[in-house]
């Protein structure tokens, strides 16, 4: 089993900026991607940024140019760097770690409890 725990969530101005962390424990080196998901109330989960054991990444478009994820091996530890936040940013985000790559759906992820990150306006 892989355990997630996520930090660095909470309340922020739009334009502003948050730091979201996640260390992982547990059967380590059956992780390979490592990424973040958000789910705003009414909405489908989608997948924000995720990063390879090889740094390969990928972001959603609405968060290109914004958001910066980066992971540490040495600490199994993978960050979000969200910057220019906007209200539409609101949501519940969940950091996410799977054996290969992870999915638009997030299916065969292990997941973290989940951390509230709100924009205001």
């Known amino acids: 089993q892989v355990q997630l725990v996520e930090s660095g969530g909470g309340l922020v101005q739009a334009g502003g900026s948050l730091r979201l962390s996640c260390a992982a424990s547990?059967?380590?080196?059956?992780?390979?991607?490592m990424g973040w998901y958000r789910q705003a109330p009414g909405k489908q989960r989608e997948l924000v940024a995720a990063?390879?054991?090889?740094?390969?990444?990928y972001y959603a478009n609405s968060v290109k140019g914004r958001f910066t994820i980066s992971r540490d091996n040495a600490k199994n530890t993978v960050y979000l760097q969200m910057n220019s936040l906007k209200s539409e940013d609101t949501a519940v985000y969940y950091c996410a770690a799977a054996g290969g790559l992870l999915t638009t759906t997030g299916r065969g992820a292990y997941w973290g409890q989940g951390t509230q990150v709100t924009v205001s306006s």
């Open positions: 990063v390879t054991t090889g740094g390969s990444t």
């Open positions: 547990g059967i380590i080196f059956a992780i390979d991607a």
